[in-house]
């Protein structure tokens, strides 16, 4: 273990994801996840040497603070406290101020409260948890890694929607992006393994979890990516149904569907969910269509469809193709949806490597398939955004 530990937190509205990352070797000696905030029910669980613990967390409100005093009484146990040397957030938009990391600051809160309407669920509850650690760890300092931040090389062609420039210049209204951190830390590796440097390597990056997009990163710059102005944008995912004609929302409005009914519907019951009608884990929708159950294989088919339509169409983005990465837990694990894709692909010349495609999974990287017609590999790499938070608090010290 170094002297350079780096307590990572992921705040959100319900929940609170923390990691205690070593920020020269990338171990995590403590995994945790706080859950079920503001209700009756919320507790908090972690991994520490192994060993799985629990414990609840009393009332009804406040439940970030207390979870963090409860992480403040684990990290003392553990004696660590002289070398653990930053606090790093996961932002999710830093809107256009935030291009990179920043250590924080009364001037980097007020910042990210004034774009708050730009990611209303998600900056209050990361600054909410920005609050709780400052009390908590007040010798510490405190950095902030945003969602958006590695997005914003994109050019005005990859960003600017074709809505009036007023929307933009009023509202802020554009393609931002987010997963920034994940598809950053991916095409890092995917340079080493192919020993080149990064910018002087052309990648399409796909990332697939719940939340999914792909990254079009040219020289290490994001060029464009497939989420937009909020995370609903792009691919199909777990709940979210990426892109829709927009033209749907006024129809629905029309029918007596209230504003509510209708996002409530594109975010959470949209996506894997909504096409199989069975899950929106991609495990549940596999093993359904393993047993002839037809939404399953629609949503399976849709998916992977959607996924490959976008790998192509970012072609255009770049001048030449070094690899496509896969990536997230569907990209990191499943084997008969990364099989289908590059079936998609097959214009492009990919031809699948059967026992690469295989060998990577559960945490294992490799490459899957090559096109001799780009002169490309596909790649699996498993992402670690919690080390690039980690990495990012020590450089900025
Ligand atoms: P998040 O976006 O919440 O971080 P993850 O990156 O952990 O999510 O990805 C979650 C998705 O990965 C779920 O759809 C889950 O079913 C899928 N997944 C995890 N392991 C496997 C597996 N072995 N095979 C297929 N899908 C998997």
């Known amino acids: 273990m170094s002297n350079k530990l780096v307590l990572v937190l992921n705040s959100g509205s319900s929940s609170l994801k923390f990691a205690l990352i070593d920020a020269e070797t990338g171990a995590a000696s403590l995994t945790g996840l706080g859950e079920c905030f503001g209700l009756a029910d919320a507790r908090i669980s972690w991994k520490l040497n192994g060993e ?9 409100d406040d439940h970030h603070q207390k ?26 938009h830093g809107g256009e101020r935030f291009a990179k990391s920043v250590r ?47 997005h914003q090389t994109m050019p005005p062609k990859a960003f600017t929607g074709a809505i009036a ?65 909020t ?3 792009g691919l199909m995912m777990g709940t979210r149904c990426g892109d829709l004609d927009p033209g749907i929302i006024e129809f629905l409005m029309k029918k007596g569907w209230s504003q509510d009914e209708i996002f409530n519907t594109l975010n959470k019951k949209s996506g894997f969910l909504g096409v199989s009608g069975v899950s929106s884990d991609a495990r549940g929708v596999l093993e359904a269509m393993e047993q002839g159950h037809e ?46 894709i ?38 699996v790499i498993p992402t670690n955004e919690e080390l690039v938070i980690a990495q990012d608090c020590v450089n900025l010290m």
């Open 52 to 60: 799985k613990h629990e414990t609840q967390l009393p009332g009804l």
């Open 104 to 150: 924080i600051d009364q001037d980097v809160i007020n910042g990210i409260n004034e774009i708050q309407d730009l990611a209303p669920l998600h900056n209050p509850a990361n600054l909410m948890g920005i609050h709780a650690a400052m009390a908590a760890f007040p010798a510490l300092p405190q950095f902030a890694v945003f969602d958006t931040a590695f």
């Open 67 to 92: 979870a963090i005093d409860v992480i403040v009484g684990i990290v003392n146990e553990m004696q660590v406290e002289d070398r653990l040397v930053a606090v790093g957030h996961r932002v999710v």
């Open 165 to 229: 420039t007023e929307l933009y210049e009023k509202y802020g209204i554009r393609r931002y992006g987010f997963h920034g951190t994940s598809h950053y830390y991916v095409s890092r590796e995917a340079a080493k393994m192919l020993n080149k440097p990064v910018d002087e390597s052309n990648f399409i990056s796909v990332h697939l979890g719940n939340g999914a997009s792909v990254c079009a990163i040219h020289n290490g710059q994001s060029v464009d990516t497939s989420m937009g102005f």
């Open 295 to 340: 939404g399953a294989k629609l949503a399976f088919d849709v998916f992977t469809y959607r996924v490959a339509k976008y790998i192509a169409s970012y072609l255009v983005a770049l001048d030449s193709l070094d690899a496509v990465i896969f990536t997230g837990g569907i990209g990191e694990n499943s084997l008969p949806i990364r099989r289908e």
């Open 231 to 233: 995370p609903l944008a």
């Open 342 to 379: 590059l079936k998609n692909l097959k214009l492009l010349g990919f031809v699948e490597d059967e026992k690469g495609n295989e060998d990577a999974r559960f945490g294992a990287a490799g490459q899957i398939a090559k096109s001799e017609m780009l002169g490309a590999v596909a790649l």
